[in-house]
């Protein structure tokens, strides 16, 4: 089957001659390689243009590993958005429980620690008075003394 080397490809299109005639022929590029006959001379011949089919193809093939690996990072990113929510959620839920349980937890113990605590205030009011009360009493104490060193002392003066 006669081989053609020269052919020009325009936008997917084989444009070549007839190797037999010189019939101008066309050709679409995924038939490249393909027996043909020419309808001018009814020649066999090799449709030219396997070297531009075979990089258009793994071309396509890249482009469409690439549609595919995009979807598939698309999907991945997807459930993992989904898993992260429901991690979330079951977060949410866990972290409700916990409060709750701790709420109840509080709830019990609410009341002795609410006596403690109050306790605890009165008994600070009332060291509170009795450092007061000492103060006033020590005041007392001193005033008299003073009073009793001051009458001491006019008693000596007037001797
Ligand atoms: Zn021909």
């Excluded at 393909?34 to 001018?40: G, L, N």
């Excluded at 990089?55 to 898993?83: H, M, N, S, W």
């Excluded at 009795?130 to 001491?152: D, H, N, Q, Y």
Aim: glycine fraction near 6%; include cysteine; proline fraction near 3%.
């Amino acid at each position: 089957m006669a081989k053609i080397e020269k052919y020009e490809l325009v936008k997917s299109k084989l444009l070549y001659e007839c190797p037999h005639c010189r019939f101008e022929l066309q050709s679409k590029l995924k038939e490249a390689g393909k027996s043909d006959s020419c309808p001018s001379c009814n020649g066999l011949f090799e449709v030219p243009g396997v070297a531009h089919r075979e990089a258009y193809e793994t071309e396509l093939a890249a482009i469409d590993q690439k549609k595919t690996q995009g979807k598939e990072a698309a999907k991945e990113a997807r459930f993992q958005k989904q898993e992260q929510k429901a991690q979330q959620n079951r977060d949410k839920h866990a972290a409700a429980e916990v409060a709750e349980t701790h709420r109840v937890a509080q709830a019990k113990e609410a009341a002795p620690l609410d006596q403690v605590t109050y306790l605890h205030n009165m008994d600070a009011k009332l060291g509170d008075i009795r450092l007061m009360m000492f103060l006033i009493f020590a005041l007392i104490v001193l005033v008299t003394i003073l009073s009793c060193v001051g009458s001491g002392l006019v008693f000596m003066q007037g001797r």
